[in-house]
């Protein structure tokens, strides 16, 4: 235990009173879809949300590391604007309901019935990074950038943590989402290679569109566009995972993409 000679007396006060919430009971309200960010508790210290068969698609950069906040600073900034706001901008543009930036990467959120759009969605992202984002990152600087992509889908816990808006102090509070799917699907992007899409069994079992399982087709004929492999790590709570490394054709894609999303 802390002694009271031991830190700050402001410390102790706030390690004390959150000892304080945690002995006291969680209540949980059950949801089957991610409801409105305003909505998610703050000023209840022991309420949850639990959202049911949430999918994450997360996406970041690889080969971060090339660029160099103070040797660099512009061409960094400029190259994580392109990234972040058009990852932003397309999981927006699909319909998802919850964005967040997580590190250099971003992850979007959606419910059990968006399946198809969750993956249309991380397909038109890779079809920017591949067709150009990296060329242009390569062309003008030199760097050999691409991204990650990881698909999970299960039951989440959501609250927001942090202090209530005052005047004019800053608003320090977020979401934070407990639960396996963020993890799981930043740790598939991690095991990706550059501009591949990996997703897990339990996720790429729900994908229910043609358009999204085989190929339109071009340049060598219909083909299955998925290989699945073990994960042989106990770093996953699931043993298959497939991975999807085609790009919305250059003839076909917009037309099999809308009729994913519009389906």
């Known amino acids: ?9 402001s410390t102790k ?20 879809e991610i409801p409105d960010t305003n909505s998610i508790p703050l000023e209840n210290k022991t309420h949850w949300f639990q959202v049911n068969d949430v999918i994450c698609v997360y996406v ?24 972040t706001e058009t990852a932003i901008r397309i999981f927006h543009d699909v319909g998802t309901p919850y964005i967040d930036i997580k590190g250099d990467g971003v ?11 969750a993956l249309a969605s991380a397909i038109l992202f890779k079809t920017f990074i591949q ?5 242009r990152i390569k062309s003008k600087h030199d760097l050999d950038i691409g991204s990650h992509c990881g698909i999970d889908q ?33 740790k598939l992007a991690s095991l990706s290679e550059k501009n591949e899409i990996l997703v ?3 996720f790429w079992k ?25 994960t042989n790590s106990d770093k996953f709570d699931f043993d298959t995972y497939y991975k999807l490394e085609s790009n919305w054709c250059k003839d076909h894609g917009k037309d099999y993409c809308n009729e994913v999303l519009n389906s």
């Open 107 to 117: 992850f979007a959120l959606f419910n059990s019935n968006q399946v198809n759009k």
């Open 154 to 186: 299960k039951t989440l816990l959501v609250k927001r943590f942090g202090l209530k808006r005052a005047g004019l102090r800053t608003d320090r509070q977020n979401e934070v989402w407990a639960g396996k799917p963020v993890n799981m699907a930043a």
């Open 1 to 9: 235990m802390i002694g009271k000679n031991q830190v700050p007396d």
């Open 131 to 135: 067709e150009e984002f990296s060329p």
């Open 60 to 83: 970041d950069m690889i080969n971060s590391t090339q660029m160099s906040a103070s040797t660099y600073a512009k061409s960094t900034a400029s190259i994580y604007s392109y990234f």
């Open 206 to 230: 729900n994908i229910n569109h043609e358009n999204l399982l085989k190929s339109c087709g071009c340049p060598n004929g219909v083909t299955d566009l998925w290989k699945s492999f073990q």
């Open 13 to 32: 006060e706030i390690i004390d009173a959150q000892t304080e919430i945690f002995k006291e009971s969680v209540s949980i309200t059950n949801y089957n």
């Open 200 to 202: 897990s069994k339990r």
